[in-house]
């Protein structure tokens, strides 16, 4: 097998050290070429470059620049650059021919479009990267030649049952939920959920503010927009449905009425596994294996969108192309931080994710500008709502 050269946008983050994981165990034909890291785990990233030995990395600013050096000795050789520029020529100038988004948020969205004007293939785990700028992104994908090979868990799982089939072979997308913590939650429960209860996550091991999406649905919503645009079909054929073991990981169901899914355990290696050695199925020890004789049921739910109103507020924006996804993808980055910091109660993120949305004046058919600008502007009304909130 020749060896494959990826570069990888957030390493020490929870997809960054699975990703790495998977290139370690296969360090015979994959070789790390590039990372960038936040500023939040410098030791950690200082490690992962002793180990992998990449060209080219980066980190936010001169501080964590300065001190990554000394964490890393006189001696390496890494060249270290800094800030979205650094990101972007690790994405885009490394010289990899697979670049892993593992960065959360929107952040991921100019180093990703820099890798797609590279005819790159994209593992894509940055699903705010189409949600805000599908309509922008997939364009680029066709124009450049790149591949766009998606690592949630969700996508992936219908990215591997539509192989060989077309849009036209498909009736619905089924992308399945766990729930989250507060599945069998009343409403009136829901609404008094404090941080730690949101961040009982019943099956997944996430980054935090990917678990608050999960509690809140918000992260379906958010997948289904994603789907609209991977893989170019309606929003109104796609479907969302409870499954609270996690094993099937979604499924197309096609014309003549069959479904065909993927299932496995819930751990993030499998869909990173697949999308570093795609189109190829390589064996790996990483890899959890699932045991059929051992499940004892799966079950399905319809998930209840008066308990879980961001699911909701996302199916309507999903049937738009206009800028609203990406102006209901930053103020929910916006607000999901402020329950973090403890500045606002569970029941306020759908509120207030409602109220810029109110407030703002949706551009149809967006260009990227335009798309940066809806951004820019989000950001600053949910933050002008936390602040009168707060006076």
């Not at 002793?50 to 980190?59: D, G, Y």
């Not at 500008?369 to 809806?374: F, H, Q, V």
Request: charged content about 25%.
């Amino acid at each position: 097998m020749a060896t494959k050269r990826i570069s990888l946008l957030g390493s020490t983050g929870s997809i960054g050290r699975q990703s790495l994981d998977i290139a370690y165990a296969h360090k015979d034909c994959i070789q790390v070429v590039a990372m960038a890291a936040g500023g939040g785990n410098l030791d950690l990233f200082a490690d992962q470059i002793k180990q992998f030995e990449p060209a080219l990395v980066s980190v936010p600013g001169d501080a964590e620049r300065k001190l990554l050096k000394e964490k890393l000795g006189a001696g390496s050789k890494v060249h270290i650059e800094i800030g979205p520029q650094g990101l972007e020529n690790v994405a885009a100038e490394s010289g990899a021919d697979t670049v892993v988004t593992g960065i959360v948020g929107f952040l991921g969205l100019k180093p990703t479009a820099k890798a797609i004007e590279k005819g790159k293939t994209i593992a894509l785990a940055n699903k705010e990267t189409l949600v805000a700028a599908g309509s922008a992104v997939m364009p680029m994908v066709e124009k450049y030649g790149a591949k766009i090979v998606p690592v949630d868990s969700e996508h992936s799982a219908i990215f591997q049952s539509l192989s060989g089939h077309t849009k036209n072979d498909v009736e619905a997308l089924w992308l399945t939920a766990s729930g989250g913590p507060f599945r069998t939650w009343t409403k009136e429960q829901i609404e008094g959920a404090t941080k730690g209860d949101a961040l009982k996550h019943p099956n997944w091991n996430m980054g935090q503010k990917i678990t608050i999406d999960s509690a809140t649905l918000m992260n379906k919503g958010l997948e289904i927009v994603e789907a609209r645009w991977l893989f170019d079909i309606t929003a109104g054929k796609i479907r969302v449905v409870v499954h609270p073991q996690s094993i099937l990981h979604s499924a197309v169901e096609f014309v003549d009425g069959s479904i065909v899914g993927q299932m496995g355990l819930p751990d993030m290696r499998l869909p990173i596994h697949y999308a570093l050695f795609h189109p190829e199925r390589v064996h790996s020890e990483r890899v959890p294996r699932l045991d059929l004789t051992a499940l004892s049921q799966l079950t399905f739910e319809e998930p209840d969108t008066s308990r879980f109103p961001c699911l909701a507020i996302a199916k309507k924006v999903a049937a738009e192309d206009s800028t609203s996804a990406c102006v209901m993808n930053a103020a929910n980055e916006i607000v999901v931080a402020a329950f973090l910091n403890d500045r606002i109660a569970f029941r306020d993120i759908a509120r207030l994710i409602e109220q810029v949305l109110e407030k703002h004046k949706p551009i149809s058919k967006p260009g990227l500008d335009d798309i940066l600008e809806a951004d820019r502007w989000a950001r600053q009304e949910a933050d002008n709502l936390l602040k009168s909130r707060a006076a």
